[in-house]
């Protein structure tokens, strides 16, 4: 039988309201409620039994939620590693080591991974990141210094939010 997967809400965050999703080996998704079709997809490509455990997810909504009120700025649960492809997982682990505060562009990333001239597939492997915020995406920026894409709440403006509760600095 194939592991069964817990999902529950995060409401009234700064960000808007969360779904997350999680199994008993940690988080696995974190999605905006309003793009439902994206953590449908997510669930599908997984083809678990799915479902509604809001005490299951309390813990990790705890601690996202404290991020986002700047009251967190590491997260000290695990995260399901299992369910992403080999490419973005290492992709997504060097991308969940860039500090808080701190912003790396896509090639850094993609060097640092030891595939120098991959980063657009880094660029691809942050915009299916079925964590976002946990695994901060958001701290990928171009090497021009600039932000360059992000799918979750309002785009744009919500990666320069969280960079901003962080005290990022950019060029």
Same mark, same amino acid.
């Given at each position: 039988m194939k592991q069964e997967l817990f999902l529950g809400d995060l409401k009234h965050t700064p960000v808007g309201d969360l779904r997350l999703v999680v199994s008993d080996l940690g988080l696995v998704a974190?999605?905006? /409620? *309003?793009?439902?079709?994206?953590?449908?997809r997510i669930l599908r490509r997984l083809a678990r039994p799915v479902r509604e455990d809001q005490g299951r997810v309390a813990p990790y909504a705890e601690q996202v939620f404290q991020y986002l009120t700047a009251q967190r700025r590491?997260?000290?649960?695990?995260?399901?590693?299992?369910?992403?492809?080999?490419?973005q997982r290492t992709v997504l682990e060097a991308v969940y080591a860039?500090?808080?505060?701190?912003?790396?562009?896509? /090639? *850094?990333i993609a060097a640092q991974i030891g595939r120098p001239r991959a980063y657009r597939a880094v660029g691809r492997a942050n915009a299916t990141n079925p964590i976002p915020l946990v695994i901060p995406c958001h701290r990928v920026i171009g090497t021009d210094g600039k932000l360059h894409g992000y799918g979750g709440g309002d785009g744009l403006p919500t990666k320069a939010w969280l960079l901003q509760l962080e005290g990022a600095v950019l060029a």
């Open positions: 974190v999605e905006w /409620a *309003a793009a439902q079709p994206e953590l449908d590491e997260f000290n649960f695990a995260i399901d590693w299992s369910v992403l492809r080999p490419f860039i500090p808080y505060g701190e912003a790396h562009a896509y /090639a *850094a």
